[in-house]
């Protein structure tokens, strides 16, 4: 079965750094998306991207934030200088077509859980 | 505002028991709904969704969830519970927004399914 697969599982980072997290989406799929899960907590939406752009955003997605496609294959997101609340757990998705559409939903890789000290 | 409610934590099933886990929503216009699942150091797996058509949608490993408009519910249900069923189901529904762009997933707070043998 296809898969979303994300890197690292776990990075710990100092407040203040950047960081980069990793997601390789499944091959056929156009529309991704980065969700977060403060633990404890909903899981929320962060951004949506579609044909090299983003789509749709949420309030928490803040300059801080950033997402690429720089190849084919990947897509990151980058968090420009870490603070102790960025600490979440931070999953990729990706769908064949927008939210809802389609034979199944958006499938989402197993997270990255982002601890900032 | 559009928002997704499971008012249980944790649901206990003993094995062979028929499970439900409940799930309310808030949203403007016809909703889009879906249940997740999340197995330990797994991402989430979609389970089913509801567009429109028949209240009763089947989805995979045999559950099913009941739209029932006039209650703004979609409680996901299983005739007999398994042991591996136990997980983390979160019910979520598809942002409606104006402008024709495509909305984002709203995710309720997660429920943790626990099936004792």
């Known amino acids: 079965e296809p898969e979303v697969t994300q890197t690292p599982s776990h990075q710990v980072t100092q407040m203040g750094q950047e960081v980069i997290l990793r997601c390789v989406p499944i091959s056929n799929h156009l529309y991704f998306y980065w969700y977060r899960q403060i633990l404890g907590q909903k899981v929320e939406f962060l951004v949506s991207?579609?044909?090299?752009?983003?789509?749709?955003k949420s309030e928490i997605f803040d300059d801080q934030f950033s997402v690429e496609r720089p190849d084919g294959s990947n897509f990151t997101l980058k968090i420009r200088s870490t603070k102790l609340e960025d600490s979440a757990m931070y999953f990729c998705?990706?769908?064949?077509?927008?939210?809802?559409?389609?034979?199944?939903?958006?499938?989402f890789g197993q997270g990255t859980r982002l601890t900032v000290v | 505002a559009q928002s997704v409610a499971q008012p249980e934590d944790q649901v206990n099933v003993a094995e062979g028991n028929p499970l439900t886990v409940k799930c309310t929503y808030s949203v403007s216009g016809n909703p889009y709904l879906f249940w997740y699942v999340q197995y330990p150091n797994r991402g989430l797996q979609f389970l089913l969704k509801y567009i429109t058509g028949d209240n009763l949608v089947k989805g995979s490993y045999g559950f099913e969830a009941e739209f029932n408009k006039s209650q703004t519910s979609f409680h996901l249900k299983k005739p007999s519970a398994l042991v591996s069923d136990s997980a983390l189901y979160f019910c979520a529904v598809r942002a409606m927004n104006y402008g024709g762009s495509q909305g984002n997933l709203i995710f309720g707070k997660g429920t943790k399914l626990s099936v004792k043998p």
């Open positions: 991207f579609y044909n090299n752009e983003i789509s749709e």
């Open positions: 998705a990706s769908s064949e077509t927008g939210q809802g559409v389609g034979r199944t939903g958006a499938f």
